[in-house]
């Protein structure tokens, strides 16, 4: 093949619980955009999360996803085979004076920290473990035998990228983000250090997820620069999410709004995919296939607003089963 490289997204589905219809929306634009733009699609099942985990969500993800018509060209790729990988990356980060071991418990952590950072109040963390210890070794002496967190040593300086949705976007890395976790106590790798490395060895140059990642955006930017990879920084396009009447993430406390609920009371994937194709700006539609809306969707159509679920949405939903 000569020319440009193909350019490659990916859908990330985590099993930690089933797809909801707020993820559902994300991976159709997300999908819309692939097959619009010629982009290839991996589906990579990021199933590092320990004991959140559910066992079978990975399948029942990919049945969701084949149900509605999104599809995708490699894969599926799961995290859990990769470790080894992620060690190395964390290895090589602590070596050349990048990352460091912090024996801070998350309560103490936060409470080292002072101005409230995210929805949930956590904070940046102040970097109370920063030089403190020469070597993970000792870090954990130091801790009575309790394996320490490696958290990544943020730079003070000023990142900035371009969202192909929401726009220009600035981060004081030091200040608003703080030394995150790279390693967890546990030993597993963090979802920051993870999706890099994964991202960074599949090729992927176009990144489409929720707003409630954004943040997330400088913290992975820098971990390329850190690992040298600084050229494969994907391009970003970052959508509002599907909230619920509270105005807060569409979860358990809104009702169930699990995918595999509407298959089971027998609504069909087409009046599913037109709801998530109004929500997506599309308009009122009665039933309709992702490959319907390739020709008529347009990232400029979307809100860019966050997308309230209403009980008149279930209820719409509920009532073509019945018809």
């Known amino acids: 093949m000569t020319g440009l ?62 149900w509605l018509g999104i599809d995708w060209d490699d894969g599926p790729v799961y995290q859990s085979h990769r470790m080894q990988i992620y060690d190395g990356a964390i290895r090589s980060l602590i070596e050349r004076g990048h990352a460091y071991a912090c024996v801070c418990t998350r309560r103490e952590a936060q409470l ?22 020469q070597s993970v070794e000792e870090a954990r002496r130091a801790s009575d035998g309790r394996e320490p967190t490696i958290r990544f040593r943020v730079p003070d300086e000023t990142v900035a990228f371009d969202d192909e949705f929401a726009g220009h976007v600035r981060y004081e890395a030091e200040k608003q983000l703080g030394d995150f976790v790279i390693r967890k106590a546990d030993g597993t790798p963090a979802y920051q250090l993870a999706v890099v490395v994964d991202d960074a060895a599949q090729g992927v140059s176009d990144v489409v997820r929720g707003d409630d990642l954004l943040d997330s955006t400088p913290r992975q930017m820098l971990l390329y620069r850190a690992l040298g990879l600084g050229e494969r920084i994907p391009k970003y396009i970052h959508l509002p999410l599907v909230v619920g009447p509270d105005g807060k993430r569409l979860a358990k406390r809104h009702g169930d709004t699990r995918l595999s609920t509407y298959r089971q009371r027998g609504v069909s994937p087409e009046r599913v995919v037109a709801l998530l ?12 296939t992702p490959r319907d809306l390739l020709g008529r969707f347009s990232l400029e159509t979307v809100s860019r607003a966050r997308i309230t679920m209403t009980p008149a949405d279930d209820a719409w939903l509920a009532e073509a089963a019945h018809a």
């Open 112 to 133: 080292a920290a002072s101005a409230p950072h995210a929805e949930d109040g956590s904070a940046p963390y102040p970097g109370t473990c920063r030089g403190r210890f």
């Open 5 to 66: 490289a193909q350019r490659v997204t990916r859908l990330a589905p985590s099993p930690t619980g089933a797809l909801h219809l707020g993820n559902a929306r994300t991976f159709l634009v997300n999908w819309l955009l692939a097959r619009q733009r010629g982009w290839r699609i991996v589906l990579r099942i990021e199933d590092i999360d320990g004991p959140r985990v559910k066992r079978g969500a990975d399948e029942l993800a990919i049945e969701d996803l084949r």
């Open 277 to 288: 194709a109004k929500w997506s700006g599309l308009g009122d539609i009665d039933r309709v």
